[in-house]
């Protein structure tokens, strides 16, 4: 098994400048109802995307045809709230590979990971140059080299160099999966549950 | 230097280390229910591998399920077929499985404890964000994205970077009125949705330990709440009282072996964290939440804030959420009109709630045009509640015991608060459409919820004291 692997990227991006997007906004708990991984995009923000009659909304930036790519830039905590790994799913089911925030939700980051959605941690500063190019052109392209640990805004020259474990970035580049891993070391698990004295 | 409870925990569960990446942890207690559960085995599936240990994990279905008719078929059909899968599965992999109308089903994070599977001591983790509850005992207790749970059912071991630790203190005496929900509400509204993310908290002082166990579960269930990864309160003789004697707490020597542990679980006196606060319990009043995050809470008797004194960075997100609850800034959260009172969930769906309330609206009558959801958190505590009659004191006020599950908190099943209409709830969150599409959802302690029950609109719990 293995998840997808990723080294760099340019894209196009879609602004979404609000703090705190939980992951009932990015998946409603409604449509938690499924037994498989595919096809959650559909349901993407689904009550910012489309009103009570499923007319979409024009102003919500997803229904925006200025916007597009694969990279989406949200504001302050993203993915915060439940645990749900669907948040994950249904960004990458969407066709996002990267999100780009501030400040991301624990649990939202790693499951991201666990995905091969790459989470770019950038600073309040940055963030607020990425908000400011797109809005000034909404073809501003951004290339992200995962070996580099770079974000670059290509129409300003603006960069930042961000952090990630670097585990979790060999995983991505490789696209090893953490199963496969602890798989191989079960030899070790079975030796520390020998030497537990409270179990 | 000493070390915290958190450290001694979490140290004593490392399998190994990737050097500058994730500790490999060894989990005791595996939870599962149905919502996050069937990729995860569907992954062993493809492996074609099974799961390494069997008797750490125990699975109940609550997110789904209805709380009337639970003898029936689930009418929902994708609900329905959810619950099934989980029966399947865990009866394909060998999984203990307390299925729908089995007497210990119930919401996982109130059954844990109450069957005695939660213990101090104990990495536990489950596919949902409250497992921080179970923290209440001195576990390290935390929830994971299903790629986690299937490392889980697989190896018994996830993989996860060491957290930074808080201790948050809160020493003196609760005011009348004011419960474990209102100090857990007052603490995210100081330091917001955000403010414990990357750390473990632990919480301590004088009204921490005036808590019952319940009361600390309430407490530590909303730590991700502010972000934390989990939440967590150094064991003593209230929670071996509450352990003892319980259907999978240790029993005879066990037990005696067991608790000369347990009582090695705080954090030494020379322990340091890396972030501490502090905080007068005498500052806290019944709480009330105002927007659409459980930071945005402030003192029922309080006004929401006026834009001007929020953050300039926050103010388009603030003005976004108050827009979506149909509120002023500025305005006072006493005697704004309420359609809805929810009762339940893992934050407040134990017996002691359910007390709480029943006490409050004996002998008074439920407003009329308030629509109320009373829901269990499990059978043990529906069962126990109608043998202290609570039940017959609820319908004599106008209101009806329901079944248990996770109910209106999620609005997985039926129990849907209409769009645009208002529901105080004793759940953990506020997020739009939370408790259903376009619902807004005002978070309270089961005092505020019942004495708000009674008026149909926000009402302070002291009125009635």
Redesign the interface.
């Known amino acids: 098994m293995a998840i997808n692997k990723f080294t760099t990227l340019r894209s196009r991006c879609v602004p979404l400048p609000v703090e705190n997007v939980d992951t009932d906004q990015i998946i409603s708990a409604r449509f938690l109802k499924a037994t498989t991984r595919e096809g959650f995009g559909e349901n993407l923000f689904r009550d910012w995307r489309y009103n009570k009659q499923n007319q979409p909304i024009k102003e919500f930036v997803l229904n925006n045809p200025a916007y597009s790519g694969k990279i989406l830039v949200g504001g302050k905590n993203f993915g915060s709230g439940s645990s749900r790994e669907h948040a994950a799913w249904a960004l990458y089911d969407y066709g996002f590979k990267v999100v780009v925030s501030n400040f991301f939700a624990d649990i939202f980051k790693n499951n991201a990971l666990n995905n091969g959605l790459l989470p770019v941690q950038v600073s309040s500063g940055f963030l607020i140059k990425l908000f400011k190019a797109i809005d000034t052109d909404p073809e501003t392209e951004v290339e992200i080299d995962l070996g580099k640990q770079r974000i670059a805004i290509l129409s300003t020259g603006e960069a930042e160099e961000f952090d990630i474990n670097p585990y979790k970035k060999e995983c991505l580049i490789n696209g090893y999966d953490d199963i496969d891993y602890l798989l191989s070391i079960r030899d070790k698990v079975e030796a520390f549950e020998a030497t537990r004295e409270h179990e | 230097m000493g070390k915290t409870l958190f450290d001694k925990i979490w140290d004593?569960h490392i399998?190994?280390q990737?050097e500058?990446?994730?500790c490999?942890v060894?989990i005791?207690k595996h939870l599962v229910h149905e919502?996050?559960s069937?990729?995860a085995f569907?992954?062993l599936d493809?492996?074609g591998?099974k799961v390494?240990r069997p008797e750490h994990t125990i699975a109940t279905p609550d997110?789904?399920v209805p709380t009337v008719n639970q003898h029936l078929p689930i009418q929902?059909q994708?609900?329905r077929?959810?619950v099934n899968?989980l029966a399947e599965n865990t009866k394909n992999y060998g999984i203990k499985h307390y299925g729908l109308n089995h007497p210990y089903q119930g919401i996982v994070h109130v059954i844990g404890p109450e069957l005695g599977l939660t213990q101090p001591?104990m990495t536990i983790v489950c596919?949902?964000?409250h497992t921080s509850t179970h923290g209440a005992f001195g576990s390290v207790a935390f929830?994971?994205?299903?790629?986690?749970v299937?490392?889980v059912l697989?190896?018994?071991?996830i993989?996860?970077?060491r957290?930074k630790c808080m201790r948050i203190t809160i020493d003196g005496d609760l005011k009348k009125g004011v419960v474990a929900k209102d100090i857990i509400l007052y603490i995210i509204s100081k330091i917001s949705?955000?403010g414990g993310?990357?750390y473990f908290v632990e919480y301590a002082g004088s009204a921490i330990r005036n808590l019952s166990m319940e009361g600390r579960m309430t407490v530590c269930n909303m730590s991700?709440?502010m972000?934390a990864?989990g939440g967590l309160i150094a064991p003593d003789e209230v929670t071996f009282a509450y352990l003892k004697g319980r259907e999978y707490a240790p029993k005879g020597k066990d037990w005696d072996k067991?608790l000369a542990?347990w009582k090695t679980l705080y954090s030494d006196k020379d322990a340091e964290f890396d972030r501490e606060l502090t905080y007068n319990a005498s500052d806290i009043e019944p709480m009330i939440t105002y927007g659409?995050?459980p930071?945005m809470g402030v003192a029922i008797t309080g006004r929401i804030p006026d834009i001007d004194s929020v953050d300039e960075?926050?103010r388009?997100?603030f003005s976004?959420s108050i827009k979506y609850m149909g509120f002023e800034a500025g305005s006072p959260m006493i005697g704004k009109e309420v359609n809805y009172v929810f009762v339940g969930s893992c934050t407040n769906g134990r017996i002691e709630d359910l007390r709480a309330f029943a006490g409050f609206v004996k002998g008074k009558k439920r407003a009329k045009h308030v629509v109320a959801w009373i829901v269990p958190g499990s059978r043990q505590v529906e069962k126990q509640a109608k043998e202290e009659g609570i039940d017959k004191i609820l319908a004599e006020a106008g209101f009806e015991l329901r079944q248990p599950g996770c109910s209106a908190c999620?609005?997985?099943n039926d129990d849907k608060v209409p769009?645009g209409l208002y529901a105080v709830s004793t759940t953990n969150?506020n997020?739009?459409?939370?408790q259903g599409?376009?619902s807004r959802t005002l978070l309270a302690s089961p005092l505020t919820a019942a004495a708000t029950a009674l008026t149909g609109k926000v009402t302070d719990p002291r009125e009635f004291l």
């Open positions: 004593s399998v190994t990737i500058g990446g994730p490999v060894y005791d919502v996050t069937p990729q569907a992954g493809r492996r591998i390494f997110h789904n929902d994708l609900s077929m959810q899968k001591g596919g949902d964000s929830g994971i994205g299903t790629s986690e299937e490392m697989a190896t018994q071991c993989m996860q970077l957290p949705a955000s993310t990357g991700i709440e972000g990864r067991k542990y659409t995050n930071g960075s926050a388009a997100s976004k999620l609005a997985m769009e969150r997020f739009e459409g939370r599409p376009g």
